[in-house]
């Protein structure tokens, strides 16, 4: 299954991407993620996409393009993926469409994470990372047993620099200036799922789950000649 998971900041995508990618198996793959490893390692594109997210702004599609296409080509990916924040824009969109054209495939499934904007500038402003494991926690939601330290392996805590409050709310208008469109783009292709993001993470969880075990049945149908 090829699978995206749109939706505004902090709506939940990496926190389930993290849990379906393991109960289903398939490779979560986090354009943020990818970004901030490349910060870190102060590679080029690092150096050229560090400005953009600190101020919280989108990293030019051709950066981000090329980082995913390099990853979606991977061999862990030939059978399915979730793509988490990729694409963001309409032009990154039309860009996997041909991508995965060329490779014979397409998306099965776009999940649209709708959440009220109270919601998302509390779990952005309340999330906390483990500096050692990239585990996600937050302050109220998801709180670690001993403040500030990681339960998985021991690590200190920290707030992402695009966590302020002041960057939350140039996230939430860069989306709904430049990403909104694509709710509507996947619509009309008729693979969008719309998940009701303002409950808890299990029913979050168990919603999506279950839309992907019945796209794959219908899948198995269509391919064993039966619709
Ligand atoms: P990215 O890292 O993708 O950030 P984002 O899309 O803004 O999403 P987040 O990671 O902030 O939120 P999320 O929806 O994953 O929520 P989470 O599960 O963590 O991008 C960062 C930057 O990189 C961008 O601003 C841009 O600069 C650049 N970038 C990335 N992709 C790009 C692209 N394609 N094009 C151009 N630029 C790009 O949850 C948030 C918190 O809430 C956590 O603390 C969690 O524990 C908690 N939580 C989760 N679910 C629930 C729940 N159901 N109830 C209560 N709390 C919950």
């Not at 969109?93 to 014979?104: N, R, T």
């Not at 339960?151 to 990403?179: F, N, S």
């Amino acid at each position: 299954m090829r699978i995206v998971f749109l939706g505004p900041p902090g709506a939940g995508k990496g926190t389930q991407a993290e849990i379906i990618s393991k109960e289903k198996k398939l490779p979560h793959i986090s354009s943020g993620n990818l970004l901030r490893e490349a910060v870190e390692t102060k590679s080029e594109t690092g150096r050229k996409a560090r400005d953009y997210i600190e101020k919280g702004l989108l990293v030019p599609d051709e950066i981000v393009v090329d980082i995913i296409k390099d990853r979606i080509l991977r061999d862990d990916c030939k059978s399915g993926f979730i793509l988490d924040g990729f694409p963001r824009t309409l032009s990154q969109a039309k860009v996997l469409d041909e991508m995965l054209k060329k490779l014979g495939n397409r998306l099965d499934l776009v999940f649209y994470f709708a959440v009220s904007e109270e919601s998302v500038v509390l779990r952005l402003t309340g999330r906390r990372i483990c500096s050692s494991c990239g585990a996600n926690y937050h302050e109220k939601f998801v709180p670690s047993e001993k403040e500030g330290i990681c339960d998985k392996c021991g690590g200190t805590l920290y707030q992402r620099a695009d966590d302020k409050l002041e960057t939350v709310q140039e996230r939430i208008r860069v989306y709904h200036e430049q990403t909104e469109d694509l709710i509507e783009y996947y619509k009309k292709s008729g693979i969008l799922k719309e998940v009701v993001s303002d409950v808890n993470i299990e029913i979050i969880t168990k919603n999506i789950s279950d839309s992907i075990e019945s796209a794959l049945k219908k899948k198995d149908l269509i391919s064993d000649g039966v619709v």
